[in-house]
DNA sequence: CTCCAGGGGGCCA
DNA sequence: TGGCCCCATGGA
């Protein structure tokens, strides 16, 4: 028997209420300031990282005007590595900025998930992050706390399958609502913070 | 001191 | 595909 996921969403917007992850920005009108493209920044930012240093590392990013794709695509690698550094793993967090910044620079519309995917640095937690929280595409985004969740719901088979069948089972068995999955992950995060 | 956070790439069998 | 190691800081 499956676990009822639009159920599951209940009880734990019940218990830890509305999470207000993304999108809000900081961001005010500068050289191609564009609101998405922060959200992007703090996706590749936080992986494997806590969100409170990424927020340090973001907000060094906007004192020193580098918050939108044209400024990290043309300052210095070192100046990212500086500004981003609490954030860890901040050498290979700096490439990655500069890729999608390029990216992105290019690529003005929403980007398919093949081509995040096929960036270096962009997985597929990443690449749904972005499409889900920076673009309100109706995406569902699985981690490690997903896992955690199906597995203290019996769903032990389920929860150490592929990221993309975990994928599926939300997105088959609730509305396609960008809110409700925007929502849904932030609640995950917050129940497997707490539970642990 | 250890463990882990809103992961992903590279290598190898 | 699946297992391992590496990347790196900061807080508990």
Redesign the pocket.
């Known amino acids: 028997m499956s676990m009822d996921a639009a159920w599951v969403y209940k009880e734990l917007f019940a218990e830890y209420g509305h999470q207000h992850?993304?999108p809000k920005h900081k961001g005010k009108k500068r050289r191609g300031f564009d609101p998405r493209f922060e959200i992007i920044v703090?996706?590749v930012l936080?992986?494997?990282?806590?969100?409170?240093?990424v927020e340090k590392a973001i907000e060094c990013l906007f004192e020193k005007n580098l918050l939108d794709a044209i400024s990290i695509a043309e300052a210095p690698i070192k100046r990212l590595e500086t500004c981003i550094?609490?954030s860890?793993?901040?050498?290979?967090k700096a490439k990655k900025l500069k890729i999608v910044a390029n990216f992105f620079l290019e690529h003005k519309k929403k980007p398919s998930r093949e081509e995040l995917l096929s960036l270096?640095?962009?997985?597929?937690?990443?690449?749904d992050?972005i499409l889900l929280?920076a673009f309100n595409h109706p995406i569902f985004v699985v981690?490690?706390y997903t896992r955690r969740l199906l597995a203290a719901h019996g769903q032990k088979k389920l929860a150490e399958a592929?990221y993309d069948k975990i994928r599926m089972f939300f997105e088959t068995h609730l509305p396609s609502d960008y809110k409700l999955f925007n929502e849904y992950h932030a609640l995950i995060?917050a129940w497997g913070?707490i539970k642990k």
Not at 120 to 127: P, S
């Open positions: 992850w993304w703090g996706a936080t992986q494997n990282t806590s969100w409170k240093n550094r609490s860890g793993y901040y050498k290979q270096w640095g962009i997985g597929r937690e990443t690449a992050s929280y981690d490690a592929d995060v913070k």
